[in-house]
Nanobody, 114 residues
């Protein structure tokens, strides 16, 4: 059974930091490119960052570049998203995604507010 389980979401003040985790099971995690997506209230889901199977290639959307870091530990089947200098516009539900074969986690909520 395929599972992607995110954790680490929380309420944080602007300028704060969080680390999201996504534990994968039921498929060969180390063979697949992985992504973090987010969906803000009233907006469409968007990709935030991606990382290749061996961590050699990472990509970010411009609004998070320099503040977010995507990484993975293939020995632990875990994907991470380190988020620093958080802004209110980062408020969203964050999802991990394996685009091919199109597996999604249930999401973890991040709220940035004073």
């Amino acid at each position: 059974q395929v599972q992607l389980v995110e954790s680490g979401g929380d309420l944080v003040q602007p300028g704060g930091s969080l680390r999201l985790s996504c534990v994968a099971s039921g498929f060969p995690f180390n063979k697949f490119l992985m992504e973090w997506h987010r969906q803000a209230p009233g907006k469409e889901r968007e990709v935030v960052a991606s990382i290749s199977s061996a961590s050699g290639v990472v990509n970010y959307i411009p609004p998070v570049k320099g503040r977010f870091t995507v990484s993975r530990d293939n020995t632990k089947n875990t994907l991470y998203l380190e988020m620093k200098n958080l802004r209110p516009e980062d408020t969203a539900v964050y999802y991990c995604h394996a685009p091919s074969p199109n597996f999604w986690g249930q999401g973890t909520r991040v709220t940035v507010s004073s």
